[in-house]
C-alpha cells in the first residue's frame, strides 16, 4: 500500500496528511488516545484566578488545536474520551481533579463540542490562513463559554452578570493570546507542508 502522504484535498485536515496507512484505524485511535492525554497534560498547567473557581488553563488551547488538526470525528472522539475518562476517576480535569461536576465542568462539555466545531470549521479551510484560524478560534472559545458559563451560574448558584464576570471576562486576554499562537501555528503547518488551500 502507498505509504506517502495523502495529498491535501478540499475538506483535509493537518491529521489527513499523515502517511497512509495500512491500518487507518489504529492510527486513528493513536490520535484520538493521543489527543485526550494532551488535553489532560495540558489541564495541568492551571493559574488560579481571582474571584473565580475557574482557573486559566491550557486545556482550552489543547483542545480547539486538537479539533483542528483532527477534524470533527477524531476530535469529538478524543475530547469525549478525555471528559468520559475524567468523569470515570482518572486525575486529569484541571488540578488534577477529576469526576462529573464541579464550577468547571461545563468547560470540559463545551470543549467537547467546540473540537467538533472547529474541526468541522477546519475542514472547510478554517485553519488555513491567519484570518480564517482567529475566526475559528472565536467560534470555538464561543461555544466553550456558552455551555461553561452557564454551567458556573447553575453550579453555584451565581446570578448570570456574575458567572460572566467570574468565568469569562478574566479569560479574554489568554483567548486572544492563544489565538495568537494558533494563527501563527496552523497556517504555517499547512505552508511547511507545501498544502495550502
Not at 467570574?166 to 494558533?182: E, M, Q, R, S, T
Amino acid at each position: 500500500m502507498n505509504t506517502a502522504a495523502a495529498p491535501a484535498r478540499s475538506g483535509a485536515v493537518l491529521a489527513d496528511l499523515l502517511p497512509a496507512a495500512r491500518h487507518r484505524y489504529a492510527v486513528d485511535t493513536a490520535l484520538v488516545v493521543g489527543g485526550a492525554a494532551l488535553t489532560g497534560i495540558a489541564a495541568q498547567i492551571a493559574v488560579p484566578v481571582p474571584g473565580s473557581p475557574v482557573p486559566v488553563t491550557g486545556q482550552t488551547f489543547a483542545a480547539l488545536l486538537i479539533g483542528t488538526a483532527l477534524g470533527a470525528r477524531r476530535g469529538f472522539l478524543s475530547l469525549a474520551l478525555y471528559t468520559l475518562v475524567g468523569m470515570a476517576g482518572m486525575p486529569w480535569f484541571s488540578e488534577g481533579t477529576s469526576g462529573p461536576g464541579g464550577a468547571s465542568f461545563g468547560y470540559v462539555l463545551g470543549m467537547l463540542l467546540a473540537a467538533t466545531v472547529v474541526g468541522g470549521l477546519a475542514r472547510r479551510g478554517g485553519d488555513r490562513s491567519v484570518l480564517r484560524t482567529a475566526g475559528t478560534m472565536a467560534v470555538g472559545s464561543l461555544v466553550i463559554y456558552a455551555v461553561g458559563v452557564p454551567y458556573l451560574a447553575l453550579s453555584t448558584g451565581m446570578s448570570m452578570s456574575a458567572a460572566v464576570a467570574a468565568g469569562l471576562v478574566p479569560f479574554l486576554i489568554g483567548d486572544a493570546l492563544k489565538a495568537a499562537l494558533a494563527m501563527g501555528a496552523l497556517p504555517a503547518s499547512w505552508k511547511l507542508a507545501g498544502r495550502r488551500g
